[in-house]
């Protein structure tokens, strides 16, 4: 079974772009969650979605959105980017949402995004 | 919200049994520990989750106390290959506020 993918996997943006970044589930998963990962903040959850519905946000401005897809398929979209935006961004697919049984997830590689 | 408190490093030799303790106060009634293993340039790897009392299947052992307010991973007989960075989650089901520990990297020397 293939894994999760993520698309692209480098991204060079200029301060006040947007962009948007993709993930595929594995086959199956009904459940995206988005990661932001920075050497200094660590692991920091951006949110989750299950059947095209956003279930769970973490604390980040309204910049960072996302969306799923009737495929499962999930898209991250960050407005007007900063210089601390410069992160990977990962994402994790799971059968079920929250936590709790069914809910192990199954990260992809990241996409590596640099702000300059 | 349930923060977690990990050491951020720890060594250990080939054979040995490795304990990583994560410290979460806070933790909700609602609330599941997983610990997940990352290497440089991946995404971090699903080993276990537990809710109370202990958990193990073929990798790992999770050992969580009545209060829950800490869990021990441990992990038998270390190789070179599980030189990494793991990573508890105290998670709620409910609102989903997910709360990675800052890391701790676990270096096996041969």
Known sequence: KAGVTQTPRYLIKTRGQQVTLSCSPISGHRSVSWYQQTPGQGLQFLFEYFSETQRNKGNFPGRFSGRQFSNSRSEMNVSTLELGDSALYLCASSLAWGQGVGSEQYFGPGTRLTVT | ?110
Not at chain 2, 25 to 53: C, E, H, L, M, V
Not at chain 2, 71 to 76: A, G, Q, R, V, Y
């Open chain 2, 1 to 110: 919200l349930a923060k977690t408190t990990q050491p951020i490093s720890m060594d250990s030799y080939e054979g040995q049994e490795v304990n990583i303790t994560c410290s979460h106060n806070n933790i909700a009634t609602n609330d599941y520990i997983t610990w997940y293993q990352q290497f440089p340039s991946q995404g971090p790897r699903f080993i276990i989750q537990g809710y109370k009392t202990k958990v193990t299947n073929e990798v790992a052992s999770l050992f969580i106390p009545a209060d829950r307010k800490s869990s021990t991973l441990s992990l038998p007989r270390v190789s070179l290959s599980d030189t990494a960075v793991y990573y508890c989650l105290v998670g709620t089901s409910n609102t989903g506020k997910l709360i990675f520990g800052q890391g701790t990297t676990l270096q096996v020397k041969p």
